[in-house]
């Protein structure tokens, strides 16, 4: 009987890990991450807002340069520079970048770009090399992670293009509960199915 009880707790807990949302860095969310990210400026930073799509995630915003103004349209989110070409995307010419960090593990599997269409341009995204040529078959602009890229709680990750125009329009992402959370989480199926079993 012991042993029905743990893996039922282990499949309870299993389950409450598989949240993934797709996030959405545009401003057609309803509300989404965009909406709150439109507006913010250099000025602003650090700078803390909710991510609409995971209850309890946030995201802070430490540095956007140079006259760095996040912007987010019907279309991407980007940099608004003083001396912009395209308002709504990252250009490498002008050396746009955004650094955030989330308050809690996120395990990121998907991103969807935009403009992201010329052979030669590259995105970094938080260490992560992505060319022209990486993004998935089929599509233009989507690139799906080899495997989930994890990022840890508070750690601070820099986007921008290193070569071209880009911009970021949506993340396929998953909030990573913390290993003491998991712990009263496993702790609470047991107690439920112990209690249940009385
Ligand atoms: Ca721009
Ligand atoms: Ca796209
Ligand atoms: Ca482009």
């Not at 893996?7 to 959405?24: K, M």
């Not at 599997?109 to 992505?130: K, S």
């Amino acid at each position: 009987m012991k042993k029905t009880i743990i893996s039922l707790s282990a499949l309870a807990l299993t389950s409450s890990l598989s949240f993934g949302a797709l996030v959405r860095l545009d401003n057609t969310g309803a509300p989404g991450l965009g909406d709150n990210l439109d507006g913010i400026a250099v000025g602003d930073a650090p700078m803390t807002v909710s991510v609409p799509e995971i209850p309890g995630l946030t995201i802070t915003i430490h540095s956007l340069g140079p006259d760095g103004l996040l912007n987010a349209t019907g279309t991407s989110l980007g940099i608004n520079g003083a001396s912009d070409a395209d308002t709504d995307a990252f250009e490498s010419a002008f050396g746009q970048f955004a650094t955030f960090s989330f308050n809690q593990a996120v395990s990121i599997t998907q991103l969807d770009f935009t403009t992201f269409d010329n052979t030669g341009e590259v995105f970094n995204f938080g260490g992560v090399v992505i060319n022209n040529g990486d993004l998935s078959n089929g599509t233009t602009d989507v690139y799906d992670f080899v495997v989930p890229f994890e990022i840890t709680a508070n750690t601070q990750f820099t986007i921008q293009a290193t070569s071209g125009t880009i911009g970021i329009e949506a993340m396929t992402l998953t909030a990573v509960p913390e290993s003491s959370s998991i712990a009263l989480l496993g702790l609470g199926g047991l107690a439920t199915l112990l209690r249940r079993r009385r």
